[in-house]
T-cell receptor
């Protein structure tokens, strides 16, 4: 019940395309869903986050879509660029101040 | 403002040894969390310290321990190292116990031979 399942494990997208990463959770007590971006040799950095009271949040080319009934959320990267090539982690946290991460998606954008 | 600093960046140890990793959080941050990152398991929560007290603990054996000092700096210790302990160990700091906004260091890459 504490897991966050992330897919796919790896993703290759052409420059200019849309990258889509999906996550699913089971614990309905989660109330905060962040996405982190990690470049090689660096720690993860918070990219964008959403709460379950909204279905979508957009920041620049990055959009989170949230489906509360299905307990799923996804990250869309529009107009994907080579500089977006990184590992992306979804996560979920709740009232107990614990955070659970997905296993990550390695995204490669072809130039 | 300086970010989260982890030292050393790389470590090579042999089985059975022990190791201590250090983390200096962002100035003013009182919460420090530690994570283990491996290719197969992703990011796994080890433990969290706030105001020198362990507040949360993940599912890791007792060989993994930590502490936090009065200046919020934290250390993580792993005793009796095993090959499976090879990983990137990440430290993250935040202002409060909430994980909503965490800032990660670049990590310490530990290799156990």
């Amino acid at each position: 019940q504490q897991q966050v399942k992330q897919s796919p494990q790896s993703l290759i997208v052409q420059k200019g395309g849309i990258s889509i990463i999906n996550c699913a959770y089971e614990n309905t007590a989660f109330d905060y869903f962040p996405w982190y971006q990690q470049f090689p040799g660096k720690g993860p950095a918070l990219l964008i986050a959403i709460r379950p009271d909204v279905s979508e949040k957009k920041e620049g080319r990055f959009t989170i879509s949230f489906n509360k009934s299905a307990k799923q959320f996804s990250l869309h990267i529009m107009d994907s660029q080579p500089g977006d090539s990184a590992t992306y982690f979804c996560a979920a946290s709740g009232w107990d101040d614990k955070i659970i991460f997905g296993k990550g998606t390695r995204l490669h954008i072809l130039p | 403002k300086a970010g989260v600093t982890q030292t050393p960046r790389y470590l090579i140890k042999t089985r059975g040894q022990q190791v201590t990793l250090s983390c200096s959080p962002i100035s003013g941050h009182r919460s420090v969390s530690w994570y283990q990152q491996t290719p197969g398991q992703g990011l796994q929560f080890l433990f969290e310290y706030f105001s020198e007290t362990q507040r949360n603990k993940g599912n890791f054996p007792g060989r993994f321990s930590g502490r936090q000092f009065s200046n919020s700096r934290s250390e993580m210790n792993v005793s009796t190292l095993e090959l499976g302990d090879s990983a990137l160990y990440l430290c993250a700091s935040s202002l409060s116990l909430s994980k909503n906004i965490q800032y990660f260091g670049a990590g310490t890459r530990l290799s156990v031979l």
